[in-house]
């Protein structure tokens, strides 16, 4: 089935490490995202790719880095500069970033706790 | 700058009764609007859009969404609801003429159908 895949589903992270998080999409889109999403505040983007190799900083990227080495994978790394990284991260893909009218859709999510 | 405001944070209604889920928006140009429904622990799935045309849209699920320029609104509605249509609902516009890629997300409305 073509779809959006997430890993791992539960994540915990200890003060001082960085962990990454996977996204891997078969439905051949161009553009990938990715939302951090907090109880109560809606989602907000994190980064972007339009292309393999290229990406671009979203509103709350301090903290997070990622790469695009692929079409199909756009891997999240969580660093130990983000200070409040406890949260449901949602990676998401569409045909393209600009143009009329495309649709976003979502992987089924990660979340990541700090202990 | 684009907008979004969903003005209830949750709405309950009793199983075969209609539903509404209201949603409006700011934006400078032609609004390009969407719905998207969350399940617990997973992700957004996508129901309906406007890009253009008809002011009726349908979607999966049985939900439909009206588009009224006028109110900048574009409520949620279903004609009876079922136990299984309780979530987390979200609306976003992106605005056609700024030439924005984001997506802007309301809060979200948590939608409980009562048995």
């Known amino acids: 089935d073509g779809g959006i895949t997430q890993s791992p589903k539960y994540l915990f992270r200890k003060e001082g490490q960085n962990v990454t998080l996977s996204c891997e999409q078969n439905?051949?889109?161009?553009?990938m995202y990715w939302y951090r999403q907090d109880p109560g505040q809606g989602l907000r983007l994190i980064y972007y790719s339009q292309i393999v190799n290229d990406f671009q900083k979203g509103d709350i990227a301090e903290g997070y880095s990622v790469s695009r080495e692929k079409k199909e994978s756009f891997p999240l790394t969580v660093t130990s500069a983000q200070k409040n990284p406890t949260a449901f991260y949602l990676c998401?893909?569409?045909?393209?970033?600009f143009g009329s009218g495309y649709t976003i859709y979502f992987g089924e999510g990660s979340w990541l706790t700090v202990v | 700058a684009q907008s979004v405001a969903q003005p209830e944070d949750q709405v309950n209604v009793a199983e075969g009764n209609p539903l509404t889920v209201k949603c409006t928006y700011s934006?400078?140009?032609?609004?390009?609007l969407f719905w998207y429904v969350q399940y617990p622990n997973r992700g957004l799935q996508f129901l309906l859009k406007?890009?253009?045309?008809?002011?009726l849209v349908k979607g999966s699920y049985g939900f439909e969404a009206e588009f009224n320029k006028s109110q900048t609104s574009f409520h949620l509605k279903k004609p009876s609801a079922l136990v299984s249509d309780s979530a987390l609902y979200f609306c976003?516009?992106?605005?056609?003429?700024?030439?924005?890629?984001?997506?802007?997300f309301g809060k979200g409305t948590k939608l409980s159908v009562i048995p």
């Open positions: 406007y890009i253009t045309g008809d002011n």
């Open positions: 439905l051949n889109h161009d553009a």
């Open positions: 934006v400078s140009g032609n609004p390009y």
């Open positions: 998401a893909s569409s045909t393209q970033l």
């Open positions: 976003a516009v992106r605005d056609a003429g700024a030439g924005s890629y984001q997506l802007t």
